[in-house]
């Protein structure tokens, strides 16, 4: 395949499938396993204020819809790294690198931050409803 063709399909695959984590984050996670007052609870408990539980909560489900639909993913994406960056120094950074730890570890919130940001990087992809503004990538020497 060409390289072009490559690239679409794999900004596509890369975009849905954090668009799924996301919504499942959000609404098995957050909504349906601990509740938005329990979600809130744990956030204050880590000290971050209750508030922001749940606006995590509305930019992980809003979010994971506009990925999946292929509404500026770029932008999405990057605008929900943030959470993915507080996550690590606030929540999992201290429990080491395992995920199993208690409260997690800092691995997986670090490689999806790592992929939201090569989302950002690649563009909306191949199927998208709309497409982002493209953003000049300085081209690697090989």
Known sequence: MPTQINTG???LLLRVSL??????????LKLMTF?????????????????????T????AIG??????GVQARWVALALAPALFG???WVHGANGWV??????????PAFLLAASVVQFL????DYAMSRSVEVPVPKLAH
């Open 57 to 60: 909560f509305a930019a992980e």
């Open 99 to 108: 995920f199993t730890a208690a409260n997690g570890g800092w691995e997986y």
């Open 19 to 28: 668009g799924i984590m996301y919504l499942a984050h959000s609404i098995v």
């Open 64 to 69: 994971g819809a506009l990925l999946i639909l």
């Open 87 to 89: 996550a690590i120094i």
């Open 35 to 55: 509740g938005l007052d329990g979600t809130a609870g744990f956030f204050v408990a880590v000290g971050l204020p209750a508030w922001l539980a749940y606006a």
């Open 9 to 11: 399909l794999a900004a």
């Open 122 to 125: 690649l563009g909306d992809g």
